[in-house]
């Protein structure tokens, strides 16, 4: 079976292949195309430039995904969650082809996409598919707009047990970069620098780490910064190496906070696995930590390989394949995109 993934939730338009034979998964071509150097001058995306890339990529983008391919056996498009105006093109443009083509069309929430992204890694690619067998899990998503913990029974039985109250993490990340003046998108460029830095340099706060829930908060952690940065440096900018500590340091705090809370409800929730999927997975000091306490903790550790922990279509075309039963439900006729989708 191929299924053509497409995905426009935010500022990348994507399309995939991804064959499935028996019980075997292929990613036969991932095209991603980037809007992030358009939406650098303006600091973060700007929906209404986003959408209208979109309009421009997603036909050419599709094309390179099907090359010689003639047309596929079920079409998975995100969506939601994300910015309406970016999803809709996605959506109306999936829409039209299943009618054109005939073929079956099925909707996808973005963060199933990412929880599963690590299915496809590379070594995994032939792998067969039930090895989903090192469930329950619990997932951390991160991304620029979702911060969740889910307890994962099974494709499709989730349960939400933590999520944050206010910033995502990688809008934090964001958020941060921007008052150091280093540009967009900040997750890698935070990250670029905490490597340079002294992560225990500054005692930034660990958010909610003892709270008795499995929610997270990162706005006070962010205005610790915002307030170190103005405290440090009144008239001016801070040395290069004052801002490497201060990227150490406060991706320090975020990852101390989140790999603690996932493990302990990992352990409370008696699970065998803990994965994690989001554009913030790419941060290597995160997996790194979490595959270690996971490991001190007999947990199984799932993480995407770097090509897949952004956004991306493959992992929109896997989880639409999980789903492939709700096609019936879901045809063109009925889709629609949905800013605010939950995924449980
Ligand atoms: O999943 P994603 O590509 O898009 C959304 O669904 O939001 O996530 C994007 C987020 C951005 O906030 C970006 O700064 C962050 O992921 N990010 C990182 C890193 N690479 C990307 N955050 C921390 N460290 C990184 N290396
Ligand atoms: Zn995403």
């Not at 999936?94 to 909707?107: E, M, R």
């Not at 690619?125 to 889910?150: C, F, R």
């Not at 967009?184 to 460029?189: A, S």
């Not at 008696?270 to 001190?296: D, H, M």
């Amino acid at each position: 079976m191929i299924i053509l993934g497409i995905e426009s939730s935010c500022d990348e338009t994507a399309a995939a292949l991804l064959e499935v034979k028996g019980d075997k998964f292929k990613v036969v071509k991932n095209v991603v195309w980037s809007q992030t150097q358009i939406h650098q001058k303006y600091g973060g995306v700007v929906p209404e430039v986003a959408a209208r890339q979109h309009v421009e990529a997603i036909m050419p983008v599709i094309q390179e995904a099907m090359g010689k391919n003639s047309k596929p056996d079920l079409l998975a498009v995100t969506m939601g969650p994300g910015l309406i105006t970016s999803l809709s093109v996605g959506v109306q443009t999936a829409k039209t082809l299943s009618y054109a083509w005939d073929v079956p069309l099925i909707g996808v929430n973005h963060l199933e996409g990412h929880l599963w992204s690590y299915l496809l890694n590379r070594n995994q690619q032939e792998a067969k598919n039930k090895q989903i067998t090192n469930l329950p899990a619990v997932g951390l998503i991160v991304s620029g707009g979702h911060t969740e913990l889910i307890l994962v029974k099974g494709i499709g039985k989730y349960k939400l047990i933590g999520q944050t109250l206010d910033d995502a993490v990688g809008e934090a990340f964001d958020k941060v970069a921007k008052m150091l003046e280093l540009g967009y998108p900040g997750g890698p460029i935070v990250a670029h620098f905490a490597a340079k830095g002294n992560s225990s340099a500054i005692k930034f706060p660990r958010p909610m780490l003892t709270s008795a829930n499995f929610d997270f908060s990162f706005s006070g952690l962010k205005t610790a910064v915002k307030y170190h940065i103005r405290d440090m440096a009144p008239t001016g900018s801070l040395s290069q190496a004052h801002v490497n500590d201060v990227c150490a340091s406060f991706q320090q705090a975020v990852i101390e906070v989140l790999v603690a809370k996932t493990i302990r409800a990992a352990e409370k929730y008696k699970v065998k696995s803990v994965i994690l999927g989001g554009g913030v997975s790419a941060n290597e000091e995160l997996t790194q930590n979490l595959k270690l306490k996971a490991n001190n903790s007999k947990l199984n550790c799932f993480v995407p390989e770097k090509w897949l922990t952004g956004d991306n279509a493959a992992m929109i075309a896997l989880a639409g394949y999980f789903n492939k039963q709700k096609s019936s439900k879901n045809n063109w006729k009925i889709l629609d995109a949905e800013a605010n989708l939950r995924l449980v």
